[in-house]
């Protein structure tokens, strides 16, 4: 587990989204794909994972680990050849835990169109070396999107805490 330097304090002041923004590029090559030429899900799943705790690290500057991922759908295939391209940013903080929302879209690398083939909204949770939660600082929501979209994580998160006690018996 990665611990904090000596004297390490992450800030408690409120940052915004554009803090956290997170895009990664790569090409999709052909040992990232199945038969069919196009990428493999569980690819699209690490690096999901990857850009989110990029961004989940940026806000909170702290150790986190992936808690939760709601909301993941394929809506299009990418192409062997073809660029994958991830965009991430916190959208909510709660005590402990952020949610980070990724947009996967594809770019064909010789027209340059894009698609969005994915959306997934991941839940990290900061730990303290000793393995215990620890906090995270507040969003600085400044604009009604941002308010928006940590009121429909708020909404998400309900909906996952009840569903979580559910399986918990």
Known sequence: MLTPPPGFSPSAAPKPPGESYTEMVQVVLPNDANPLGFILGGTVMHLIDIAGA??????????????AVDGLQFLH?????????LRARVTATFTSSLEVEVEVLSEGTLTGARQRTSVAYLTFVAVEAEGGRATVPPLL?????DRQRAHDAGVRRAA??????????
């Open 54 to 67: 990029i961004a989940a690290h940026r806000h909170a500057r702290r150790p986190l680990v992936t808690a």
């Open 77 to 85: 295939p990418i192409r062997v050849g073809d660029l994958i391209i």
């Open 141 to 145: 929501l400044e604009t009604d999107e």
């Open 160 to 169: 996952r805490l009840k569903n979580r006690a559910k399986l918990e018996g």
